[in-house]
């Protein structure tokens, strides 16, 4: 039986799930540590994410070491680790991400990059494989489907990603960590959206100490 295609997200209470555009291309090279730009946008996006970075499961899968919080935070991060087989991102989701993650990449499933360019396989320690994927994010989502089996599909990100599968009404289901932060403006992950295709029906919601967990069923309209 086929898993489910979702995606999990943190939000900001108005609506926003990064701050602006990365302000310079190569965003984590050292010399760019000083850039006024750079840490603002670090600052933001380490406020956004605040709830994970204390979790005993974001500790163990970035090999930070032991120890970290248990709870349903940490419950909610392991369970969407568990449940999912494959992963689809965009391709500015990967250039980012290639500069920033550990030389074990912390997915340890296939992950299939939707690109317009061709790329051999790139294989991590730990399980990541990343394929690229040049014929639209239909065929991309067909791969990853195969690849997790039993298990679910995460659209991983970035925004326009995510927002393309939910316009074609491919994903099933999606969950928004509601932060309490204001960012007033950055990217909203919903401007943009069919609402003309997409219903939605209210799965779940759990608060904890931090942050809300809130789970969607997404419905043709």
């Known amino acids: 039986m086929a898993g489910k295609v979702f995606f999990s997200v943190t939000m900001s209470l108005d609506g926003f799930i990064a701050p602006d555009s990365v302000p310079v291309d190569d965003f984590f090279a050292p010399d760019k540590r000083d850039d006024p730009d750079v840490q603002r946008w670090m600052a933001q996006w380490t406020e956004l994410q605040q709830w994970a970075?204390?979790?005993?499961?974001?500790?163990?899968?970035l090999k930070l070491g032991e120890g970290g919080e248990e709870g349903r935070d940490n419950d909610i991060a392991r369970e969407t680790f568990e449940r999912t087989g494959a992963s689809v991102m965009g391709r500015r989701m990967f250039d980012l991400g290639e500069q920033a993650w550990p030389e074990e990449a912390p997915f340890h499933t296939?992950?299939?990059?939707?690109?317009?360019?061709?790329?051999?396989?790139?294989?991590?320690?730990?399980?990541?494989?990343?394929?690229?994927?040049?014929?639209?994010?239909?065929?991309?989502?067909?791969?990853a489907r195969k690849a997790a089996g039993d298990r679910d599909v995460r659209i991983a990100g970035g925004g326009a990603t995510i927002l393309e599968y939910l316009n074609a009404g491919l994903v099933d289901e999606f969950s928004i960590t509601?932060?309490?932060?204001?960012?007033?403006?950055?990217?909203?992950?919903?401007?943009?959206?069919?609402?003309?295709?997409?219903?939605?029906?209210?799965?779940?919601?759990?608060?904890?100490?931090?942050?809300?967990?809130?789970?969607?069923?997404?419905?043709?309209?």
């Open 53 to 61: 970075f204390p979790l005993r499961f974001f500790r163990e899968n």
């Open 110 to 143: 296939p992950v299939f990059v939707v690109t317009h360019t061709k790329r051999d396989p790139w294989e991590r320690p730990g399980g990541t494989t990343f394929h690229f994927v040049n014929d639209g994010i239909e065929h991309a989502l067909d791969q």
């Open 178 to 221: 509601l932060s309490p932060v204001l960012f007033g403006a950055g990217a909203r992950l919903f401007d943009g959206v069919d609402a003309t295709r997409v219903a939605l029906e209210p799965v779940r919601a759990e608060p904890s100490s931090r942050v809300t967990h809130l789970t969607y069923a997404v419905r043709p309209r």
